[in-house]
């Protein structure tokens, strides 16, 4: 089993920043592919970014790629996510998702087995 903690989100401006953390725990981290996901009111989850085992590949969404900076550290067990030049259609609920390697594409949320519970980020313009 993996538990995943999110934390980081909050209000912010369009323009502003955030980091969003995930500190994970129960499996070796650097041995899980690692995700973010989004989720507005009324729409579905949808992927925004993933990393694999040791940072060297990452892959974004087009809607923040540019904007979002993916990248995790194994001797901290924690994944982070750095938001910059937020726009209020960046505003959801954000969820850190984990799953061992396999030959997935790990943007679909169906690839993922571990789920935290989310963190609120909201953008006002």
């Known amino acids: 089993q993996v538990q995943l903690v999110e934390s980081g989100g909050g209000l912010v401006q369009a323009g502003e920043s955030l980091r969003l953390s995930c500190a994970a725990s129960g499996r070796a981290f650097s041995a899980l592919i690692m995700g973010w996901f989004r989720q507005a009111p009324g729409k579905e989850r949808e992927f925004v970014a993933s990393?694999?085992?040791?940072?060297?590949?990452?892959n974004y969404a087009d809607s923040v790629k540019g904007r979002f900076t993916l990248y995790r550290d194994n001797a901290k067990n924690t994944l982070y996510l750095q938001m910059n030049s937020l726009r209020s259609e960046d505003t959801a609920v954000y969820y850190c998702a984990a799953d061992p390697p396999d030959s997935k594409t790990y943007i679909s949320l169906y690839e993922y087995s571990y789920w935290g519970q989310g963190t609120q980020v909201t953008v006002s313009s």
């Open positions: 990393i694999r085992l040791q940072g060297s590949s990452t």
